[in-house]
């Protein structure tokens, strides 16, 4: 279908190795789109490059982390030499830490807040201009269930994504006359390593996320290909600075009354 086609496209995912990122990746090469990722080492690229291939995937690694402005440059001026000017970006690469508030040193909520905030900041600025001299693109910010709630631990992750979301908005704003729109997904609980600590067997959050879902289950990787192609492609040109929860339900939930 012409309208979600991504074909002639150069997609660029950042933590793209592995988890969520790799998910879209995948989603975007199979609609046309010629992949490229990066990760904070060269094991990870190699992993991910290897796992591309093995779905059949062409896709270029990088290494560089997304809080390094000169690293980030870099690594853009490289891309758009070796494989051309990036069409759509998603912003995935994110660490959580699940520390109680209190216990928490201003050292690991900086660190937070620096990958999961900042680091869309700087690669978002530095892909823009390629974006703009080729007259368009895609920015995609991986929010979360915590752009919008609170939990107990994850006071620093919820600042960022609260202010992702907020720099979505504001991205989409300012950048919107150059024909760049600027959304965000966000997902639910999702099965992926990020998430792995809170679904071990007999772990009383599996229950809890399972009975907090209308879907009553964890989401999958697959289940944001869809929202992601959607976002990423022509059938979106006029939905701009909105976020698109892929949350089976939660967040119009008020929770299970009880019996
Ligand atoms: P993940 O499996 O931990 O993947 C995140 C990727 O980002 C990893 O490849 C990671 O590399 C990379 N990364 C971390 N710091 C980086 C840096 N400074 N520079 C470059 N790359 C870096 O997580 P995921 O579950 O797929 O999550 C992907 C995104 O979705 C994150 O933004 C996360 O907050 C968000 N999200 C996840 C869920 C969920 O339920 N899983 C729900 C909502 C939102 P290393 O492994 O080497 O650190
Ligand atoms: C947590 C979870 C979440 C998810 C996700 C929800 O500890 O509450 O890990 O933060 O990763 O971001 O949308």
Redesign the pocket.
């Known amino acids: 279908m012409k309208l979600f086609d991504l074909s002639g496209k150069i997609a660029m995912v950042?933590?793209?190795?592995?988890?969520?990122?790799y998910a879209l990746a995948s989603a975007f090469a199979q609609a046309g789109a010629k992949i490229v990722f990066?990760?904070?080492?060269q094991e990870?690229v190699d992993k991910g490059l290897a796992a591309y291939k093995a779905d059949g995937i062409e896709a270029y690694g990088y290494v560089?982390?997304?809080?390094d402005e000169d690293a980030v440059n870099a690594g853009i001026a490289r891309i758009q030499k070796e494989v051309g000017v990036i069409d759509i970006l998603v912003n995935?690469?994110?660490?959580?830490k699940r520390i109680p508030a209190l216990e928490m040193t201003a050292k690991e909520f900086r660190q937070v807040i620096d990958?999961?905030l900042n680091?869309p900041f700087i690669v978002s600025k530095a892909v823009a201009p390629g974006m703009i001299a080729k007259g368009g693109g895609k920015i995609i910010n991986?929010?979360?269930?915590m752009s919008e709630l609170g939990r107990e631990t994850v006071s620093a992750?919820a600042a960022a994504?609260g202010g992702l979301k907020m720099l979505t908005k504001n991205l989409a704003v300012e950048w919107a006359e150059h024909n760049i729109q600027v959304n965000g997904i966000?997902?639910?609980?999702?099965a992926?390593?990020?998430?792995a600590p809170l679904r071990e067997p007999g772990h009383p959050f599996n229950d809890f996320i399972i009975g907090r879902t209308p879907a009553a289950r964890w989401?999958t990787?697959e289940d944001l290909q869809g929202p992601a192609i959607f976002l990423a492609s022509p059938a979106s040109d006029f939905v701009n600075g909105h976020v698109l929860y892929v949350d089976g339900g939660i967040l119009a939930y008020i929770g299970k009354q009880p019996k």
């Open positions: 950042t933590g793209g190795s592995y988890g969520i990122g990066n990760d904070i080492n990870m560089f982390d997304v809080t995935n690469a994110g660490i959580i990958i999961d680091g991986i929010c979360s269930m992750y994504k966000g997902p639910g609980y999702i992926t390593p990020q998430t989401g990787t």
